[in-house]
């Protein structure tokens, strides 16, 4: 069961963020990942938030942060998309990207543990 719950959430998860993928913007800048993560992270911090405060069984946890939240973020594509830039001596970008996705997908965890706690 554990296994399905996974595969369903990540499914899920991959449909969505193949939605967001879809969104036509034009920029060096990798917005669509950048959004997609941020997303993930207020996503996962809601999740956890909400299973602080209630019995949520582990079937479910497995389904929304391992199936839903990982088939949604974008951790390897983030990391090409990284190294691209940095291969092609677009340092500024690149380290802006790297600086600013970490801090606000962690700000994200942030966010969505609150806007778990008014539930």
Do not use: H, W
Not at 62 to 77: A, E, N
């Amino acid at each position: 069961m554990s296994f399905l719950a996974v595969a369903f959430g990540g499914a899920i998860g991959a449909m969505a963020r193949y939605a967001i993928s879809l969104i036509p913007v034009k920029s060096t800048f990798p917005v669509l990942t950048f959004i997609t993560n941020i997303l993930g992270a207020i996503l996962i911090g809601f999740v956890v938030g909400i299973a602080s405060q209630r019995d949520v069984s582990d079937n479910t946890m497995l389904f929304l942060k391992t199936g839903v939240c990982g088939g949604f973020t974008t951790f390897s594509t983030f990391s090409l998309e990284a190294f691209n830039l940095f291969e092609r001596r677009q340092y500024a970008i690149a380290g802006t990207y790297v600086v600013l996705s970490c801090v606000f997908c962690i700000v994200g965890i942030l966010c969505g543990k609150k806007l778990a706690s008014y539930v």
